[in-house]
């Protein structure tokens, strides 16, 4: 491996984030675009948000990503998960209370 690789960050706390992108992209795809399975745009979306926190600088003191002070995803895929956050965060309350619970706690 090239020393230039920055090791992957998959700590618990990242996982859990990871779970919580997983459902609220699943939920507005299934919302938005009417299908059991995650469309193109959206299966690249979730891609790009798991390699995103993969790699994110602040580990096991990562708060929420709106909280976060450095904007690591390019602006046309924050405005995604933007639009993702707006449509599903109401929605998970209802499909998936604990993960809502969780990351209201963690903002």
Do not use: T
Request: charged letters at 25%.
């Amino acid at each position: 491996m090239s020393k230039h690789v920055k090791e992957l960050n998959n700590g618990p706390n990242i996982q859990k984030e990871k779970e919580i992108v997983n459902k609220m992209i699943g939920l507005y795809c299934r919302k938005k675009h009417h299908g059991e399975e995650l469309c193109e745009e959206c299966q690249n979306l979730k891609d790009y948000a798991f390699l995103r926190l993969s790699h994110c600088r602040f580990g096991e003191e990562k708060s929420a990503c709106s909280n976060c002070k450095v904007h690591c995803y390019k602006p046309n895929y924050r405005q995604q998960m933007k639009n993702v956050m707006r449509h599903a965060g109401p929605w998970m309350l209802l499909y998936h209370p604990v993960y809502s619970v969780k990351h209201l706690l963690n903002r």
